[in-house]
């Protein structure tokens, strides 16, 4: 029988008063309100040795408090872990009941380097305005703890620049028996990521005076594959000489029901999704903001006052337009605001019945889509996708979207996927058509997003929750399962896949469409993982362009490796491309 949406609550953290109390204290604003969760924990590290303490975790690190609570450290940042696992085994040092029960969590991490000894600089250094070198970076900081943001873009007119909060920057288990349930697998140990090298330009062989400036494709094909090659050698030998010693740290949740490895798991991939994203100077100006941020009671009246715009008879198409793309700009730059969204489920649901409108409404007039109705669908898609980031411990979404047996996400699971061929119905002008044709790519592009972030949430409660477990990636799956659009939707997903590795004369990928990747791997091995007839699709029309193209030496000359994404997406190419050649 399906849960009830209060089942669910196991999910969430649970409160302490006391060590609550000590973080709202002894903490900054920004800080406090991005802490995801809290849970005691035997730690075990090279410095700790044993020793009972709460492991507390906000969107960019690991913390650690004094138990009873009197000191908080900073122990591990997200973007210097290599790894997240469970491992299974009897830690002796517990008692025997404990011992059984035991969550033994094992973060490999490579630890902050100290600052270097800042050179002596000639006098021309001076006179070039260098910048200070920063002070020693030290192990661990108590708090409170400073962070620096970069200068805010232009808000919209109802959050003004000033007005803007800041964001901040498997092994099995007696509870968690499956290791490919996860949602995002292991990340293999991988050092860390350099700077792209200069590649010298490969050298040109000697030609005759009558061959100059003449080439066959076949020439410049062999010349790209070099320079290719070249790239990944460079790389792989940048990577190896800057390796760096890799750490561990072990907590021991001493309860069978813990969630801390759920959280540590979302919090670092949220972590490279997000500074991944955070690379890209366009998507920084968005989502950045001044440290003067407004208070939680403005942002609340703010919230109810474009609601109530929002949920208002007779909004002109362009007027939500405009409402919604002011609710995305400040979601963004607002984790409260997030919040507040799913505590008010009136915008929620208004907003699936008009994702459901827009493209349901023309796909019963023979799938001709509109250029509003793909704008407005888009932006719905993407504000979607940035309400569910970082919210899992928001008690209000989970009672809102389990409720009444899954029916909400039901209906915006089936109201997301869309006819990838509808533009070809179009009886307009070929500039018509090719420009419904970039709306309707756009569109697949942001359904893909939202998808991940629902599969994400699947994935959690698969590992809690064994058996008939409700709202699994495998329930998502059987949900979209009678969908007409559904394989349409998935064939242009893996197509999408293939065109983007396989071309050879393409561009690096920039920050913005290399998560658009990993996310686009993950969907597809979800398919492959979690459902017969989707798996059997993609191995029917895709099993030659996934053996040859989906590789992971393919996606090396696409990704920067200093991109925080760089290694987990080697890692889901990797698992496609096994299961599409075990299959």
Avoid at 4 to 15: D, N
């Amino acid at each position: 029988m399906a849960r009830s949406g209060s089942e669910f609550l196991p999910l969430l953290p649970r409160r302490n008063a006391r060590l609550d109390s000590f973080l709202k204290r002894n903490t900054e604003r920004a800080l406090y309100e991005r802490i995801r969760t809290y849970e005691p924990c035997v730690v075990v590290s090279d410095v700790i040795n044993k020793v009972y303490m709460y492991a507390v975790l906000s969107d960019e690190r690991v913390y650690l408090a004094e138990y009873p609570p009197r000191a908080l450290t900073a122990a591990v940042s997200f973007g210097r872990v290599r790894d997240i696992e469970l491992v299974n085994d009897l830690p002796d040092f517990l008692s025997a009941k404990d011992r059984e029960r035991c969550q033994h969590i094992r973060i490999t991490y490579v630890p902050e380097k100290p600052a270097e000894k800042e050179p002596d600089w000639p006098q021309r250094g001076k006179k070039a305005g260098l910048p200070p070198v920063a002070p020693p970076a030290r192990r661990a900081s108590h708090c409170p703890i400073k962070t620096h943001n970069l200068k805010g873009y232009p808000a919209d007119r109802r959050w003004k620049e000033e007005e803007l909060r800041p964001p901040l920057k498997t092994t099995r288990s007696a509870s968690c028996p499956d290791p490919e349930t996860l949602g995002l697998l292991r990340t293999p140990h991988l050092p860390h990521p350099p700077h792209p090298p200069h590649l010298p330009h490969p050298p040109q062989p000697p030609s005759s005076p009558g061959e100059e400036g003449l080439k066959t494709a076949e020439s410049r094909q062999v010349t790209r594959r070099i320079s290719s090659i070249l790239t990944r050698l460079l790389r792989r030998e940048r990577a190896t000489a800057d390796e760096e010693r890799e750490v561990e740290l072990h907590l021991y949740a001493v309860c069978q029901t813990s969630t801390l490895y759920l959280h540590l798991q979302s919090s670092w991939n949220s972590f490279i999704i997000k500074s991944t994203l955070l690379l890209d100077p366009l998507y920084r100006r968005r989502s950045t903001a001044p440290s003067d941020s407004i208070s939680g009671e403005r942002t609340a009246h703010l919230f109810a006052q474009l609601s109530l715009e929002l949920l208002q008879d007779g909004v002109s198409m362009e007027n939500l337009y405009l409402l919604l793309q002011e609710l995305r700009t400040a979601a963004h730059r607002n984790i409260t605001l997030r919040r507040l969204f799913w505590r008010s489920s009136e915008v929620f649901l208004f907003l699936v019945q008009t994702l459901e409108e827009c493209l349901h409404g023309c796909q019963s007039l023979g799938g001709v889509y509109t250029t509003d109705q793909l704008l407005l669908s888009t932006l719905i898609l993407q504000t979607l996708a940035i309400m569910f980031r970082e919210t899992e411990v928001e008690a209000a979404r989970s009672s809102l979207l389990f409720a009444k047996k899954g029916a909400l996400i039901s209906r915006l699971l089936l109201a997301l996927i869309c006819d990838p061929d509808g533009e070809k119905h179009s009886r307009g002008s070929a500039s018509d058509s090719e420009q419904l044709q970039a709306l309707l790519s756009e569109y697949l592009d942001a359904a893909c997003s939202l998808l991940f972030e629902l599969l994400l949430m699947g994935f959690e409660t698969s590992r809690c929750f064994q058996g008939d477990n409700f709202v699994s990636v495998c329930w998502i799956l059987r949900v979209l399962q009678p969908h007409p659009n559904l394989l349409p939707f998935i064939r242009h997903q893996a197509r999408q896949l293939v065109q983007v590795l396989s071309d050879q004369q393409g561009s690096i990928l920039g920050p913005v469409q290399s998560v658009l990747l990993f996310q686009r791997c993950r969907l597809l091995l979800a398919c492959l993982q979690h459902s017969n007839q989707l798996g059997q699709h993609l191995q029917t029309h895709f099993r030659e362009e996934f053996r040859y193209f989906v590789t992971p030496s393919s996606t090396e000359e696409k990704l920067q490796p200093h991109y925080p994404i760089y290694g987990p997406t080697l890692r889901l190419v990797q698992c496609i491309q096994t299961l599409i050649q075990r299959r």
